[in-house]
């Protein structure tokens, strides 16, 4: 079973930038590039909701809340997906998820606040 540990996360202030990673484990690092991969977040109260997803042939795709703010990347060597989030603002206050084809990570919680 496919193991995904995401780091990266923490308390910032609005404005700042934060980048989560995500490392995927038992699974073959030339086979990674066949998932499709992804970060969802759920704040508190709300569902959760998906933040940015890659497909395998890299068609990427944004909430309209993040657009223009937020980059999703991969590394297939690496076995890791990357969340590039700038200008931060109270409401990206979230666990965010990173997936990997149908597995998923515990989560990881950012906060933005001043």
């Known amino acids: 079973q496919v193991q995904l540990v995401e780091r990266g996360g923490g308390l910032v202030q609005p404005g700042q930038s934060l980048r989560l990673s995500c490392e995927a484990s038992?699974?073959?690092?030339?086979?990674?590039?066949?998932?499709?991969v992804g970060w969802y977040r759920q704040a508190p109260g709300k569902q959760r909701e998906l933040v940015a997803q890659?497909?395998?042939?890299?068609?990427?795709d944004y909430a309209d809340s993040v657009k223009g703010r937020f980059t999703i990347s991969r590394d297939n060597s690496k076995k890791r997906v990357f969340l590039q989030m700038s200008n931060l603002n109270s409401e990206d206050t979230a666990i965010y998820y990173c997936?990997?084809?149908?597995?998923w990570g515990r989560g990881i919680q950012v906060t933005v606040s001043s």
């Open positions: 038992r699974l073959i690092t030339s086979t990674f590039w066949g998932y499709g």
């Open positions: 997936t990997v084809g149908d597995s």
């Open positions: 890659m497909t395998t042939g890299g068609v990427i």
